[in-house]
């Protein structure tokens, strides 16, 4: 391979996708504005227990009424979780993206005043945690297994280089290097630190992007530390609970937490399967894989190897959801996943999100891409409704309004919420939607890899210009443009989607060419101009699951292009487990453009049980009467936008 | 019908069954030395964690030694749940039964001496909980929502009355009226009296049988007055809870508990659905309809028979387990009986059998028999090992060892345990075993009805004897010898099974007879001897659940006469969930008396999925090939008593 002569400089990426532009006008319309009122605890609204259940926390978030309090402008108590300041900063990192595609002044003037607002509380050390500052300074660093500390400066930290990116303000970074310093000043191998790392991992992926902004090498090794040192001492974190007092607790009942919950269990360099919290898991690998290139790390970035092989291929659902329990919102054992107690929380999609897109700048493979597309189009994207003011913090494959009155299953709900007494979800869909710009390219040292298809116009230095045009995901024809008046020497490598990898078509330059599929991706050299035509395979596919899988057992999920398919009773009005999909499913599409904001509609042929209106709980078998039906499906990140009801994505199917 | 010139006593019976003698002698021989060595801390155990994980509450049970503190005979706190005497009491009760079918003088001497320690740790006013006597006196009667207390004292009503009809021990009956006295002299509808029940209803079954033992009509209201005035103030419970400290639990974390989770939620009369925690529900039923009969009252009658239908035909498992999610060991809604999460504690299915048996009093319907004996020869029994050492408190429909990995899951173990931090299950299934005898017959004004099949030897009064014999449940001819030396005029009314009704054969005295079923019952007069064959209709059936229930659907469960069946893995080595029972299932029967101490396996025309060893989590839905192969199944009552493995319940059937 010819060494590319362009820089890795991430390319200026214009989205021109009507899907995805309906999505980033909607953040800057509806979903920053609402959540900045709910925020600031004017919205009117009904926080709900994430958990279920009848009695949500409360009318408020008062997350940024914390900072003011903290920064002296008001007086009164901390109120929520102790990191109940994260949702202001990821709030403030979907703003500072929403800038590099929609100018907006008056947005701009929040977002400078909240810099302000954040300067202001940061204490003279760097140290910022509003509920330490207020409710109880002398237990700082005291209670690392629960105390969020580095996990909500770890989310400023994330915030204040995307604001620097975005507008230039020094301001922002400043506050992000003063808390780096202050982590760095407490933590680190050296005498007298402390050697431990945050219950919650995110202070690695931030100290990663913090040293690429400033090159510090200090928080480059600090974030090395934090990875390779966690889970050698676990009893670290039991010898703080006992000091601080074992039921001295910040978030209730937290002190029994087993090690594998945090990935303490022991050390990460030897773990083989994804345990534990599943945002924990896969924020911890996203700073492990970017900490692996930037340092060189072969340890490193075989863990990542072992942990991506575990999630991907044995604990993930087809909608790319991770977190099979609700109890722990983990991962539990391999092929375990089962649709009606699951959890797939929408920030465990979105952290899977950017664990893959470290990992394809680390090595250029076409899953990397594959998981990326999975999320944008299905797992993550279902965390959000339509209207952008409602959300989804567990993100199921099956639902039933009933399942309310079942305590297993009331964490499963079949209408997004307002918000939530843990609300991490909500700004955390949000802040990848407004991101999307940088999930459209990787450039590497050999090539650039065009790994999502999502319409756009990219600029690359030495006025290499890439235009890709398509009606992505409804229409399977990509069209690219490159530009290349300086004649850069470089490689376009375009994934080839699994789903498509036995079936699609290269045109180049009017000229139909077949191409091997390297790991993934096809491979075109450029020297000057050139046009390329993808006609990918849209044929609408039955998946079934591994033999193991004991829940999906019998049953299929529809899939076309990148969308995965479920049936809601909007369409389907009897029960949906009486449903099957017939041998012959005779699966046709057709978009509707006035259906869930134009969404491709799929018809199958299917047939329903005959049921009695019998009485009976048990009688004995009378053999099926199937009634020949339709199935109608839509795509699975619309779902429940639409009449209350049952929802399924895994359908039985005829004989199967 | 003319009336029966029969009192209503219990008649004596024998069992002769080889089946349940096997059970009878467990207990006398191993059970109760077992539970005895376990309650006395001398038996070298684990104790599990009923809830499931890692950390079993400790080696010992203490619940001998907390009556020896509180009658002084030790010093020390008290250790355990705050009815932790109760395990004593049951098993004292299971004692006294077993007296009947086995003298036992060492035992009676323990038993003897175990009145004289409770007669000892009785405080003089009749009180007796020992939590509250050893180390909160001051809060007697202050936290009824969780104090357990007159559920305590209830326990041991039950065993004292049980003891006192056994032994004629007047010492075991005085401590119980003591008891009583004391309850009657702080409850009540009387000024100065606590106008509220207990959070765990018991006492008011135990009041009844303590009413009938001594025609004491201030029991009888008083329970009457417990039932009719449930839920009728809910918020006495949270005025105590607020005086005696909201988190000041005696059981952590039970302040939290919903008014429903035990059934004051609105009044017990109001009450249309079965709701909250499971046992609570079928031991206040028990009560209510003793109560109902002993006072007349049609209002606790009718709220009975709500109760009765909302159980058994919308909320009950095809073993007659209930309780559908581990949260709470609760109900939830009609037709949702998921296998994977559910509970179906054995104390529920013994409780079910208490309730059947009290409605069956009061209405001869067929069905309260068909439910005693689904019980018994199911999702009670299922509760104890063949070897009578090992318990279940979850009657799972479905289990996976592997299921220990997913805390959703983790309270359906595919082991029985050796005992349980609350220990409520073993000896509840020992009492009901050891008093079979009184599930045999029950005797109305108008007939003597046989209601369940278990071969025996019956003494009515006025010299009328019974012989019942039969190889049941493993052969379906059931021989009745009626002999009648003094003419006794009366009737005998012989239950048809529900999965019999459509086809029985009856031959009296040697001719073929129709009879018409009435109510689930044919009935026959006696005016002298008589001899009675039955032949009922022992075909091997497939039972499929109501079109609402979504767990069961596509699916069958396998039962020949009373018995459920299940498949194990130590018979049916693949995955079960890629097992489908054939259209034509062909299903035999043979007994096998060296399997399982002597069971009838069933085999079915069954086919299993071709999977091949793909590591695809996800691939394109190939035909499933279906190997023929058998199902081979043993009835569940016995499951779990060899190779650990998974089990299920609900089979896929083709094309269903
Ligand atoms: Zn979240
Ligand atoms: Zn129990």
Redesign the pocket.
């Known amino acids: 391979m010819t060494e590319s002569t362009l820089t890795t400089a991430t390319p200026k990426v214009t989205i021109t996708s009507d899907f995805w532009n309906k999505y980033r006008q909607l953040i800057v319309k509806e979903v920053l504005p609402y959540q900045w009122a709910v925020m600031n605890d004017e919205a009117d609204i009904n926080i709900t227990d994430e958990k279920g259940g009848a009695n949500p926390d409360s009318k408020n978030s008062h997350a940024v009424a914390n900072l003011k309090i903290a920064a002296g402008q008001m007086k009164g108590h901390h109120f929520g979780f102790p990191f109940q300041d994260t949702d202001v900063y990821k709030w403030l990192e979907a703003a500072a993206y929403s800038f590099s595609y929609q100018a907006n002044p008056d947005l701009k003037t929040v977002t400078d005043n909240l810099i302000d607002l954040i300067a202001d509380a940061q204490e003279d050390d760097g140290y910022l945690s509003t509920f330490f500052q207020i409710d109880a300074p002398e237990r700082k660093f005291k209670r690392l297994q629960q105390s969020h500390e580095l996990y909500t400066m770890g989310h400023y930290i994330e915030a204040g280089v995307a604001y620097h990116q975005a507008t230039g303000s020094e301001k922002a970074l400043t506050i992000a290097i003063k808390m780096a310093d202050c982590i760095d000043a407490n933590f680190g191998p050296q005498d007298g630190k402390l050697h431990a790392a945050d219950g919650h991992p995110e202070i690695e992926l931030a100290l990663s992007k913090l040293f690429e902004a400033t090159h510090e090498q200090r928080y480059l090794d600090l974030a090395h530390y934090f990875l390779v040192n966690r889970g050698v001492d676990p009893d670290f974190y039991d010898r703080q609970l006992a000091a601080d007092g074992f039921d001295n607790d910040i978030i209730p009942g937290m002190h029994g937490v087993t090690h594998s919950y945090y990935q303490v269990d022991q050390p990460l360099l030897t773990q083989k399967d994804a345990k534990g919290h599943a945002?924990r898991v896969v924020y911890l690998c996203t700073g492990m894989a970017h900490v692996a290139r930037l340092t060189g790390d072969k340890d490193l970035q075989a863990a990542c190897d072992r942990l991506w092989d575990s999630i991907v291929h044995r604990r993930m659902y087809v909608t790319g959801g991770i977190g099979s329990t609700n109890i722990g919102e983990a991962f539990t054992y391999d092929y375990d996943l089962p649709n009606e107690t699951m959890y797939a929380?929408?920030?465990?999609s979105v952290g899977l999100t950017f664990f893959a897109k470290q990992m394809l700048q680390n090595e250029a493979k076409g899953e990397f891409g594959d998981i990326i597309e999975k999320e944008l189009f299905n797992g993550a994207l279902s965390g959000i409704s339509l209207d952008g003011k409602h959300f989804f913090?567990v993100n199921p494959l099956t639902a039933d309004p009933k399942f309310q009155q079942n305590p297993s299953k009331a964490h499963i709900m079949s209408r997004r919420q307002d918000w939530f007494g843990?609300a991490?979800?909500p700004s955390?869909i949000a802040r990848l939607v407004s991101s999307i710009d940088q999930y459209v390219y990787t450039v590497t040292d050999d090539a650039i890899l065009s790994h999502q298809f999502i319409a756009n116009q990219a600029e690359f230095d030495q006025g290499l210009v890439i235009d890709q045009t398509s009606n992505f995901p409804w229409d399977n024809h990509i069209h690219y443009a490159v530009k290349n008046p300086n004649g850069v020497q470089t490689k376009l490598g375009i994934r080839i989607p699994g789903w498509s990898r036995a079936n699609f078509t290269l045109v180049v330059d009017g000229a139909e060419q077949t191409r091997p599929v390297q790991n993934g991706f096809i491979y075109l050299d450029i020297t000057g101009d050139l046009t390329v035509e993808l006609t990918l395979d849209f044929s609408i596919r039955e998946l079934q699951a591994n033999p193991a899988v004991a829940s999906d057992a019998g049953q299929v999920a529809i899939q076309r292009g990148p969308m995965v398919y479920c049936a809601e009773q909007a369409d389907n009005s009897a029960d949906l487990w009486n449903y099957r999909v017939a041998a012959d499913a005779d699966l046709s599409y057709h978009f509707d453009a006035d259906l869930l904001n134009g969404v491709g509609e799929i018809t199958a042929k299917a047939a329903v049980r005959k049921t009695s209106a019998t009485t009976d709980l048990y009688a004995d078998y009378q053999p099926t009467t199937w009634q020949p039906t339709d199935l109608t499906l839509v795509p699975y990140y619309a779902w429940a936008n639409r009449a209350d009801g049952q929802m399924r994505v895994w359908l039985n199917k005829e004989n199967a």
Request: with cysteine.
């Open positions: 945002v929380e929408t920030c465990a913090y843990c991490c979800c955390n």
